[in-house]
């Protein structure tokens, strides 16, 4: 194994060392920063034979999970020659079409309706953990999506899964894990078991998680706006994952303050990482100068605003090789378009120390 993170503080270390060791930008610290992207669809499937045909290749008619994983693995080395440090890859993924059509339909899950794990999506998942590994990455594992969570019949299932796949997680041997129990806990989550009030529970089961006196790290990530995690969540979690879609850079500063003043995060502060924003760099110097670690997030087709997708509008790129964004799939893993140049370049001299 290559690649081990741990925390110290409010720092993450890779191998016993911060990250980004020595390195400031413009006077601003970066050490011991974790500068993220949002892949979340790394090992995605659809089980549904209507929507699934919406996710063929264009040079090739066909939708292949395996093509998706294996070229996203081929291009970790690439991010990490930026300064790139992780990425998140989510077990029931992310929107990739929000028509309600699409969206209501599609079923991208680690998990069977009973709870039973599907082998394939963690036959993927080892191989992004491995390659990650060997770029001298870490890999914030997602477990719950809401809109994918629903198709689980029991909600009693939801913490024998997060037993399941923390035990699974321990036993590859891999230490460059990092844990996102569920994307966006907040309100709007329709199982009440797995909501803010609750996900101290599901944290708990994780931290609980042991082998040979080894457990994972994890948090659970809240939503944009002026959500954030509290209470009993904000106690539990080992790190913390705000996220700043829909903050313009003052508002962000603004969230990221409140969240440091609260009596859980000043009684044992910690990491905090965005590990879902947008397109803005602006936001991305602002979480810099509030030492923060950030997260990009690019939807493609449809989309050039983070808060506008328009799905409507258009036909999705003829070519492979045209293929925006990280999210809507099929994906092409390449930088190619304006939105990944230019975060993956600001990373690089952020990094590299401007």
Known sequence: MNTVVSIDGTKFLFNGRPTYQGVRYRGMPVEGLLFNSRMIQAVFDDDCPETRKLWAYPDTGVWDPDRNTNEFCAHLPEYRSYGLLAVTVGLQGGGSNYRPEVYGNYVNSAYE?????????????????????????????????????????????????TQEVTDWLLRTGYRNILVDVANECADWWRRRVIGPDNIHTFIDIVKGTMLDGRRLLVGSSSGGGEELPHGRWLAAEDFSMPHGNGCNPIQLKGKLRRLRGMDEYLKRPRPVCINEDGLSVENLEMALSEYASWGFYCQGYGSDNRDEPRYAQGAREARYEDLTG????????????????????RVKAITQGG
């Not at 999506?145 to 899964?161: A, P, T």
């Not at 809507?328 to 939105?339: A, E, K, S």
């Open 326 to 345: 990280f999210q809507t799939l099929p994906v092409n893993w390449d930088i190619n378009d304006p939105f990944k140049r230019a975060f993956f370049d």
């Open 113 to 161: 309706p009973d709870g039973t794990l599907k082998q394939p999506y963690f036959d993927r998942l080892l191989r992004v953990l491995k390659a990650a590994d060997e770029a001298g990455m870490a890999l914030i594992v997602n477990y719950f999506y809401w809109k994918q969570v629903e198709r689980i019949k029991d909600d009693r299932r939801l913490f024998s899964i």
